[in-house]
């Protein structure tokens, strides 16, 4: 049983450092906004992987496989907002400096959603529930184990990617330089989308 626990946690640590939107997105607002105000979206990024992973292990997977239309629409839906992100993203220059609504990181909500609109995260929460539904002796206790790593492990890897993002922000001084690095994170994030079409 140690060595299953091993295991998760090593996939665990592999699927929340790796780049996609969440950590890109944590990047991003880091360089942009710095630690503490990209909290809210941090956690709402791991925290809507601990509710999937959770959702996924007590029967989700059933209702998304018995009707493919719901995994479509997800689909379509998940890459319209991570388009969305990536607009906004690519489209905005240099930080303010000043705290106003109008130049406000995205927050626990949309933090929730990135991952929640996910087909690959979903695909990932019902494989890893699968292979690792021998490490509890329920799935309520399974439901909760999965939560409790992946949401943990995610935090850690989206604050590595956060603090990623401050150093590359102080490392830009011109206006331009900030256009280059916010069109490069918003192209990188829109490629994001290309794998959920594959």
């Known amino acids: 049983m140690p060595e299953l626990l091993v295991s998760l946690i090593l996939v665990a640590v592999a699927t929340t450092i790796t780049p996609g939107p969440g950590t890109l997105l944590a990047a991003a607002a880091g360089a942009r906004f710095g630690f503490q105000r990209t909290v809210p979206l941090l956690a709402g990024v791991a925290g809507g992987l601990a509710a999937l992973m959770a959702a996924a292990t007590v029967g989700l997977a059933a209702?998304?496989?018995s009707v493919p239309?719901?995994?479509?629409t997800m689909k379509v839906s998940g890459s319209a907002y991570l388009f969305w992100l990536a607009l906004r993203i690519g489209r905005s220059g240099a930080p303010a400096f000043k705290s106003d609504a109008a130049d406000a990181p995205m927050?626990?909500?949309?933090?929730?959603?990135?991952?929640w609109l996910n087909p690959k995260a979903w695909t990932m929460a019902f494989g890893v529930a699968s292979a690792y539904a021998g490490i509890a002796a329920d799935p309520l206790q399974l439901a909760l184990l999965l939560s409790a790593v992946f949401g943990g492990t995610a935090a850690l890897a989206l604050s590595l990617w956060c603090a990623g993002g401050i150093v590359l922000g102080r490392t830009l001084q011109t206006a331009g330089q900030w256009r280059a690095a916010n069109a490069a994170l918003g192209l990188l994030t829109a490629a994001s989308i290309i794998?959920?079409?594959l």
Do not use: F, N, S, Y
């Open 195 to 197: 794998p959920l079409w």
């Open 107 to 115: 927050g626990l909500g949309a933090g929730l959603m990135v991952l």
């Open 63 to 65: 209702l998304l496989q």
């Open 69 to 72: 239309a719901l995994q479509t």
